[in-house]
């Protein structure tokens, strides 16, 4: 099991955000978090996301209790963008490569394929001010997998659908390199508005 949640219990003053929350996620599936807002979603991927921490339960990452190491191991799309505007674009994939723990040779080696994967070589020196949405999503994107996380947490990934469905198949093309090493990559899916997006 890559994520296993116990009883999880949140808190805000007299505001119970999480009520005993339980819920475990199989290595190299697709699982589906499914609630309006105020459900306690949000609260939840901050617990995994080690923002904040739980006030009663636990969590276990592939077997151990959720530890500073295991953010390394975590990607994160949120549905807003969450970029420095003002600084180029791989300067920026740059220092949160390293954030999530890769060298600075590392990193450049995996930005690189993934810009050439992507063909966007021409935006590493463009401030991700002057990139319209669409290409603000994918450098996000990039920022979010160039780790190779072994879990990938999508944040409404129905409001982006046809670039998201692009993107995920990059990536699962990408991943096929590490096939040899059994790498299984499991996916967390934030949906909001079930009901008006699959019927509507």
């Not at 475990?24 to 807002?37: M, R, S, T, V």
């Not at 996301?49 to 339960?57: L, V």
Request: net charge neutral; aromatic share 10%; with cysteine.
């Amino acid at each position: 099991m890559l994520l296993s949640i116990q009883n999880v219990v949140k808190r805000y003053a007299d505001h119970t955000a999480l009520a005993g929350v339980s819920l475990e996620i199989p290595k190299g599936q697709i699982f589906g978090l499914l609630g309006p807002n105020g459900a306690g979603k949000t609260s939840l991927i901050r617990i995994i996301n080690q923002i904040t921490a739980p006030d009663e339960g636990q969590v276990l990452f592939d077997g151990e209790l959720l530890q500073p190491k295991h953010v390394e191991q975590i990607g994160y799309l949120p549905e807003e963008r969450g970029l420095y505007k003002k600084m180029k674009v791989g300067d920026q994939l740059m220092y949160l490569a390293q954030l999530k723990g890769l060298s600075k040779v590392e990193a450049l080696s995996r930005l690189k394929d993934w810009f050439i994967r992507l063909d966007i070589k021409d935006w590493w020196n463009k401030p991700v001010d002057d990139l319209s949405k669409g290409m603000q999503q994918k450098t996000q994107f990039i920022a979010t997998v160039v780790h190779e996380p072994k879990l990938l947490i999508l944040d409404e990934p129905f409001m982006r659908l046809n670039l998201l469905y692009h993107l995920c198949f990059q990536l699962l093309c990408h991943l096929s390199y590490y096939q040899q090493m059994n790498f299984e990559l499991s996916f967390l899916c934030l949906i909001y508005k079930f009901d008006t997006q699959f019927h509507s």
